[in-house]
């Protein structure tokens, strides 16, 4: 069965675990993890996957990516635009970004010789992301009351 044709122009949603740990000083801090193609530091994200919830298939690529473990948020804690490099063209993309408190950090999972990970702080992460809104995102998630120090 062939999918349907998106209109050009059209936005995409895909679907992110926002990775987070609380640093032995006690401040915020968010691991970010590189793009396979252009290397880019991000956030584990991919497209929804059918029969999971949004929050699910976030923590699903957060294992995946980063091979992180945690309680994922049920709630959307922010969003972001970017345009997605496809194989033949851009896609503009919009992506829920979904906490996630971590519990365990593997020491081997599926993309790990595919990625680069990092722990950073909030702030170093929003100065070392590409995409702008990705930027404010991470920023606010310094006022939410549930990461208050």
Partial sequence: MKKAKRKTGEKRSQIAAVPIRRAADGSMEILLVTSRTTRRWIVPKGWPIKGLKDHDAAAREAYEEAGVIGRIGHEPAGRYSYWKRMSDHFALCEVKL????????????????????????????????????????????????????
Avoid at 98 to 121: A, M, N, P
Avoid at 133 to 142: D, F, N, Q
Wanted: proline share 4%.
């Fill in 98 to 149: 979904y906490l996630l408190t971590v519990e365990k950090q593997l020491g081997s999972f599926r993309e790990q010789h595919q990625r680069d990970l990092h722990w950073f702080k909030l702030a170093d992460a929003a100065d070392i992301v590409d995409e702008p809104e990705l930027s404010t995102a991470i920023r606010k998630l310094e006022t939410l009351p549930a990461l208050a120090a």
